[in-house]
């Protein structure tokens, strides 16, 4: 363990050089010469907790870290072979020059702050899910993606790859399905434990907590950042920040951009969002994430995404049409459907790799666009359940319909320094 007084000097010696830095060439870094970035991507990872940790040897070569929490470094450093930066301060991070990309891996209180930072100081960026806490950080990060020319991926991929739950095959065979309107429209998709997907309600936060010792291996204010200032407890931080709305959204913000985003994909909303949230729920204490029985978003054109928390309808579909439904495992009203689905023309192709996509300059499949609506999806539910009550939307304006206190938590206001 790393006492207080000696943080600074770990700092100092792991590279971080508190209040000054040095870049390294990158031909140092790699050891075997310069190699060109078009053959080689560099990165730098802020947050090396377990997800940032668990993609250090993935898609590119780190030659930086970034953490608040030094045992967080120490154990990265361990996974790295090379010499490397290592920052306390995303902002030196950022200033590196010789990073190609930055992947954010720190809870998503930070996310937005730290992507609009990232597009300003020329960097591409790989984030976690949820792509924001908030509807507005969201549009900041959109704008200065686009302002900057830089390509952005959000970390959730099933809409391009991997088996989606309960459903037991990839997305793509269900999206042909539904874009030849094999079972008719208007669809209505059931998100419940019936239907291979789990709303992982352990993550609700605790109420009337203790305040605890701040741990002399991390900064507490640092990790706050833009989030209230609240007494330090561990129940609020690191892996259990998930159950707080200060940082994230309960199981709606640690599922829910996983589930939600491939929904949006089929059912060809990318570029839309709702026009009514619907919520059957208890109500919610005002800083710790709880449960919820159902949330209904309704499309204008009458599609419904249906989250069964309570998991009710045990009999319920994972897509329901008026010509026919399709369950977990793709068994279907509709004979053969599986044979079906492979007869039918592929979707549109998507760029799903980010070295590619950086490359090339061509949009990841998953970006800051499509990625901001289906977590809006999410941003959504949290502000009906924290107001507790239902919510009229706008999608094109995406803002609340003569709803002036949903409205005000679109913008949520950011501590001290920090802004988006």
Request: charged residues 25%; neutral net charge.
């Amino acid at each position: 363990m790393i006492k207080n007084n000696n943080r600074r000097k770990f700092l100092r010696n792991l590279g971080l050089g508190v209040g000054a830095f040095t870049i390294v060439p990158r031909h140092v870094l790699g050891g075997n010469g310069f190699v060109a970035p078009s053959d080689k991507l560099t990165k730098g990872i802020i947050g090396v907790g377990v997800m940032g940790r668990g993609h250090i040897n993935y898609e590119g070569e780190v030659v930086a870290i970034c953490d608040v929490d030094t045992k967080h470094l120490e154990k990265a450093q361990a996974l790295i072979d090379r010499e490397i930066h290592v920052y306390e301060d995303f902002r030196e991070l950022l200033a590196q020059e010789d990073i190609d990309v930055v992947h954010i891996a720190t809870p998503p209180h930070w996310h937005g702050t730290m992507a609009v930072a990232a597009a300003k100081a020329g960097k591409d960026i790989w984030c976690e899910k949820p792509m924001t806490r908030t509807i507005g950080e969201g549009l900041a990060v959109q704008k200065a993606v686009n302002n900057y020319n830089r390509m952005f991926r959000l970390n959730t991929w099933f809409r391009f790859e991997s088996i989606f739950y309960g459903m037991g095959v990839p997305v793509q065979p269900i999206k042909k399905l539904v874009q030849n309107r094999v079972f008719g429209w208007p669809l209505k998709i059931t998100l419940s434990a019936s239907t291979g997907f789990d709303w992982k309600f352990y993550w609700s936060g605790k109420t009337n907590l203790e305040p605890d010792p701040i741990p002399d291996n991390l900064n507490y204010n640092m990790w706050l950042g833009p989030a209230p200032m609240k007494p330090y407890s561990a129940e609020r931080s690191h892996v259990k920040f998930r159950g707080y709305w200060d940082y994230d959204g309960g199981g709606l913000g640690d599922m829910g951009q996983h589930y939600l985003d491939p929904c949006q994909y089929i059912l060809e909303k990318d570029e839309t969002g709702p026009i009514r949230v619907e919520i059957d729920a208890p109500q919610q204490h005002p800083e710790a994430a709880g449960t919820w029985r159902r949330i209904r978003y309704t499309y204008e054109d009458g599609c419904q995404i249906i989250l069964d928390g309570a998991n009710r309808d045990k009999e319920a579909a994972f897509i329901e049409g008026p010509l026919g439904k399709l369950y977990p495992g793709m068994r279907s009203t509709i004979p053969d459907v599986i044979g079906l689905a492979a007869s039918l023309q592929d979707p549109e192709p998507q760029v799903s790799s980010f070295s590619h996509s950086v490359r090339t300059r061509q949009k990841f499949a998953l970006n800051e666009q499509n990625g901001h609506r289906s977590c809006s999806l999410i941003n959504l539910g949290v502000i009906a359940l924290r107001l507790g009550r239902n919510l009229d939307y706008d999608p094109v304006n995406q803002e609340f319909v003569d709803d002036h206190a949903a409205n005000r938590m679109i913008h949520q206001p950011m501590r001290s320094e920090w802004t988006v």
